[in-house]
């Protein structure tokens, strides 16, 4: 970046696994962020990203995004391949869900955000090489990972089954594709003056369903706020004929737990297989016990 005077350098609130980020301070105390892949997974999936992020900041100048996202200025070229990108840093902080609350605040902000998102074009994804996903590929893709899970013998049967029967229930999964983040936790929105501000990290940017977006956040906010972010989302669609989404995004959040089984198996991590097996187990009782909560039908 021709003209940067570097003045001082910090470490980010939240260091990545797949990057090594620096926040780097100039003369005028402006900050920048600098990414730099660890391996060369990462580095193909940087660039991709990168591409994406030119049709991203478009859509951000054109006011069809509600929020900045990163838009690399820089790059620079790695000794050992790839290169690192720098970004001006986006105003903000890390959205803490304890924050979310009922009404037309930050939990609309949240529901407007996402839907924004949905709202882009495939093409912007499609364009930068990343995945693209019809209903029911989607629909087999989450079901081959829910066989894998069940061959560690390590889920809960009764979970399965559960699982088992709502994929193969095909109405469930009749949704129309769209933009998603992919891996939208509270760790990548930002949030200024009480709207969203920012959305970091897009690497994992895909055509695919919707209720992936909406997953995390909808399972781990309070549940007094989720009427509000999911009102603020659906007012914010155009095209939402999709009366499954939010069944559909409570049984990704349980899924979520196979994937990470999956990931503890195939890095052969004891602990995390340790960690998602007790997990799955917590959930596995709690099901039942809502299960027995349930007045019978008989």
Known sequence: M??????DVRRPAHPGTDYDIAVVIDS?????????????????????????????GAAVEAEVL????PRPVGFAHLPEGGRATVHAEIQGRTLSLGELHPG???????????AAIHELSPSVVENAGLPVYDAESYRARRLAEVDEAARTGRVPATLLRRWEERLEDVAMWRFRPVVTHGDLTNER??????????????GDACVADPADD????LVAAPPDATDSIIEAYQLRRTELLDPHLVDRALLVGELALARWLLYGVRSGSAEIVEDAVAMLEDLDAHTRAGADAE???A
């Open 28 to 56: 005028t105390r402006r900050r920048w962020v600098v990414r730099a892949p660890v391996h060369a997974s990462a580095g193909a999936a940087l660039e991709a990203e990168v591409v994406l992020l030119e049709a991203l």
């Open 214 to 217: 909406l997953s995390s956040i």
């Open 104 to 114: 037309p605040g930050l939990s609309a902000s949240v529901g407007r955000a996402i």
């Open 189 to 202: 929105i930002l949030v200024r003056d009480g709207v969203v501000s920012g959305i970091l990290h897009w």
């Open 66 to 69: 509600p929020f900045d996202v």
């Open 2 to 7: 021709p003209g940067l005077d570097a003045f």
């Open 295 to 297: 007045p019978s039908l």
